[in-house]
Structure formats: structure tokens, C-alpha cells
């Protein structure tokens, strides 16, 4: 039978029944947390091993990484070395077939300033300004370092310079003059020698600067014909130098870093 409560009535005779929990059923359906069978020495030595294992595949990849870098850097350096080469080797051939003209006696002057300019590292252009430009390879130990930078792709400074005294003094040998009389034998060996000095990288400069001069007596003593437009204007200095135009000069002492010019 019901009450009023003065709110809800209940109904006595329906009695609230509470679920029966299986302790058995709960535990098979959730499953004790496992506990480790490790001692705790055998659970530190396992946590160390997964930690370097961890940083150990972390180095793995910034090694990688930087390898990746570095071959991309390589390549990039390759590819520079390749085109300085061959613009290097461009100018080489460039050489070679302008000093094709020079295989005769008339233009051996031309070789001899050449390579006077080459050793000294210094040459006057059209407008009379002085150029400075890196002296070439010299000794034995510098012709090495210039292999041992080839063969690496980079190009030491100087080895240019070196490559085109060897084509200068390859030239100078082609063009020796013809040589008659009694020491005509001697002086031509001796000039052979001397034109093949002033290529050689594994020499000095200052020998090389000697050996050509030797070659430019050799040539005065047995050249005929008067050099038209080599004669030091009247008035110049002896520091005074041609240039491709033809024209005359010297340093102007009045005025660093300019030239005078000097004509008959």
C-alpha cells in the first residue's frame, strides 16, 4: 500500500533490490597491473641499455643528416672547381694559339716579355696602368702543393702563372734562332737549357729570371735585323716599359699609381 509523503508516494510493497558484485568476474575481466620480475639492479642495467639504445639511434640519424649535408657541399664545391678548370682551360688554349705566332725569331721578344712579365708578376695594359698579378710556382715543394690541389679540385694560387711559363718556355725552345760560327754547338745547347729552365716550377724565380736572361743574350748575338719599335724612346727611364699599344712608360713620381708616356 502506498504513502503520501507530501511529495512522491511510494509504493512499500516494491523493494529496491542491490547488485551482487562477483569478486571473481572483476578480477578476470581486470587484470592485475603485472609487477616486474627484474631485481632492481637488472631494472637499472635494462633502463640504461633502452636510454643508450635511444640516443644511440638519435646520433644514427644526425649522422646521417650531416652526411647528407656534406655530400651536398661536396658537390656543390665540384661543381666550382669544374668550371674554374675549365675556364683555366680555356685560357691555357687561348695561350697556346696566340704563341703559335710566336715561332719564329721576329717574335721572340715577345716571348722573352712574356715571361719576364709572368716571373714578375707584373705587366702594364693598354691605358699604362700597372697590373699585379700572383707570382708563379716555385721550387719543388710549391710544384707538389700544386699537384696535390689539382688532384683535390682546388687550384693554389700561383699554379696558373706556372702553366703558362710552361707554355712560354715551350715556345721559347720551338723559336730558337738559327746559330752559326764556332760556338754555335755551345750556345745552342745551352740555350735549349735555359729556355727549358724558365717552365720549369721546380726552379726559383730568380733562376728562372737569370736563365731567361741568358736566353735574351743568346738571341741578341745572333739576330740580325734590327727589333723595330722595341728601342727605348729618347728620355725614357730605364724602369720605363712597353705596352701592347706600342707606347712607352714609367711610373709618374709626381703622381702614385699613374704613368707617363714616353715616345721618340
Known amino acids: 500500500m502506498g504513502k503520501f509523503t507530501g511529495e512522491v508516494i511510494y509504493d512499500d510493497s516494491q523493494v529496491q533490490v542491490k547488485p551482487v558484485v562477483n569478486p571473481a568476474l572483476v578480477q578476470a575481466l581486470v587484470p592485475p597491473p603485472v609487477k616486474s620480475v627484474l631485481s632492481p639492479q637488472d631494472q637499472r642495467a635494462f633502463d640504461l641499455a633502452e636510454a643508450k639504445r635511444k640516443s ?8 646521417e643528416n650531416r652526411a647528407q649535408a656534406r655530400k651536398l657541399q661536396e658537390e656543390a664545391r665540384q661543381k666550382e672547381t ?32 712574356r715571361a719576364k712579365s709572368v716571373l714578375t708578376g707584373e705587366s702594364v695594359d693598354e691605358t699604362g696602368a700597372l697590373i699585379k698579378a700572383p707570382l ?27 702553366d703558362r711559363l710552361k707554355v712560354i718556355g715551350g715556345a721559347l725552345v720551338l723559336s730558337m734562332p738559327r746559330m752559326e760560327g764556332p760556338q754555335s754547338d755551345a750556345d745552342t745547347k745551352l740555350y735549349r737549357e735555359m729556355a727549358g729552365k ?41 724602369e720605363a716599359k712597353q705596352a701592347k699599344d706600342g707606347n712607352w712608360y714609367s711610373p709618374d ?7 707617363l708616356m714616353w715616345k721618340d
Not at 253 to 259: F, M, V
Open 136 to 162: 708563379p710556382t716555385q721550387s719543388f715543394g710549391g710544384s707538389i702543393i700544386d699537384a696535390v690541389g689539382g688532384f683535390v679540385g682546388k687550384t693554389p694560387q700561383g699554379a696558373a702563372q706556372a
Open 82 to 113: 669544374k668550371k674554374a678548370e675549365e675556364q683555366r682551360t680555356l685560357k691555357l688554349e687561348a695561350e697556346k694559339i696566340d704563341l703559335k705566332k710566336a715561332k719564329n725569331l721576329e717574335n721572340l721578344p715577345t716571348l722573352i716579355k
Open 56 to 63: 644511440d639511434q638519435i646520433s644514427k640519424i644526425d649522422e
Open 198 to 238: 724558365v717552365g720549369d716550377d721546380t726552379v726559383s724565380i730568380e733562376r728562372r729570371l737569370a736563365a731567361l736572361d741568358e736566353v735574351e743574350k743568346i738571341y741578341s748575338k745572333y739576330n740580325k735585323t734590327p727589333e723595330l719599335g722595341n728601342k727605348l724612346p729618347t728620355g725614357a727611364p730605364p
Open 253 to 259: 713620381p709626381k703622381r702614385p699609381g699613374k704613368y
